[in-house]
């Protein structure tokens, strides 16, 4: 199992040189943009050589990014163009934000996922019919239109909660909850979806099985074989969709934080992105790949503990 997580990790870490390398050389093409918007567009072509000689934008591209990856090892990301903010802890100050929303829905996702799923597959009929039609809803409405709809029903119509803003949950409990159930409502919709499909499939192949048979005729309850044998088999797949879905709901909390003005990373990330604010952009892609290494890595490893033959490839 070590050498199977160190083999990953190492990985992990060549994807994260690479993807940072690859974004840092296609940034250099604005490296004149930068400068000219920090000195004003009416600057003199003089004004914008000095400030990029200034910030150092003048170098040889290979040596800028060298320079920037032996500050990052260092954990030095940093600081931001145009506040001076330092990029480490500003990243850090959003982020709760954004995991809030996040790790709540995906939360939920997992529950609701796994739980129709395990019910579509075990009871069958109106149950299956009914997990379903949920997934074909979660699959064909996109997590914008779902966010649309919550905040037309339920917050300009019936003012059950805020449309917009954020309250940290240290200074009081029921209003973040309050300001986090509609972006959470609309992120965990298409991970519901996805996850209840897989969890039905890899449920239904496993109830088929001859394992589950011997299991019936030596009188196990039907809910211990489904829960304790069946389930255990099929989480693997469940595992690795699960991960998927919370990547994928990282990049979809961009949209949903701009849609709810949430102070949170994916509007960090986008306000960095139109100013061409290039420490921040790689520190938010270093932190993205790193981020996506680790909940690949954990699931490897949940993977490798649930089967060990997975640890083999």
Not at 31 to 60: E, H
Not at 117 to 122: E, T, W
Not at 204 to 219: N, Q
């Amino acid at each position: 199992m070590a050498l199977h997580a160190l083999r990953r990790l190492t990985a992990g870490v060549v994807l994260a040189v690479m993807v940072t390398m690859i974004t840092f050389f296609l940034l250099s093409t604005s490296f004149s943009n930068v400068a000219s918007s920090i000195v004003g567009d009416s600057a003199t072509p003089g004004r914008i050589q000095a400030q990029k000689t200034q910030m150092g934008l003048d170098r040889p591209v290979v040596v800028q990014y060298l320079d920037w990856l032996s500050h990052a090892v260092r954990g030095d990301l940093g600081a931001s163009y145009f506040t001076g903010e330092p990029v480490r802890s500003a990243i850090g100050d959003r982020l709760g934000v954004t995991l809030s929303v996040v790790l709540v829905a995906l939360l939920l996702t997992a529950v609701l996922g796994v739980a129709l799923g395990v019910l579509a597959a075990s009871r069958g009929g109106a149950v299956d019919r009914v997990a379903q039609g949920v997934s074909l809803i979660g699959h064909l409405a996109p997590n914008l239109l779902i966010a649309v709809v919550l905040v037309s029903v339920l917050a300009l119509k019936l003012h059950w909660f805020p449309a917009t803003g954020y309250t940290p949950l240290g200074d009081s409990p029921a209003r973040w909850a309050a300001a986090i159930t509609i972006p959470v409502a609309a992120l965990t919709a298409a991970g519901v979806a996805n996850l209840t499909s897989q969890v039905r499939g890899a449920m239904i192949d496993e109830l088929r099985k001859d394992y589950v048979r011997t299991l019936r005729t030596r009188g196990i309850p039907p809910r211990s074989i489904v829960l304790r044998h069946a389930l255990r088999n099929a989480a693997g797949p469940a595992l690795t969709v699960l991960s998927l879905e919370f990547v994928q709901m990282f990049g979809g909390a961009l949209v949903i934080e701009q849609v709810f003005a949430l102070p949170g990373f994916g509007t960090y990330a986008f306000n960095a992105s139109l100013q061409g604010d290039i420490p921040i952009i790689m520190g938010i892609t270093l932190f993205g790949v790193l981020l996506v290494v680790g909940v690949n890595l954990v699931v490897d490893l949940a993977n490798g503990w649930l089967n060990p033959k997975a640890r083999i490839h």
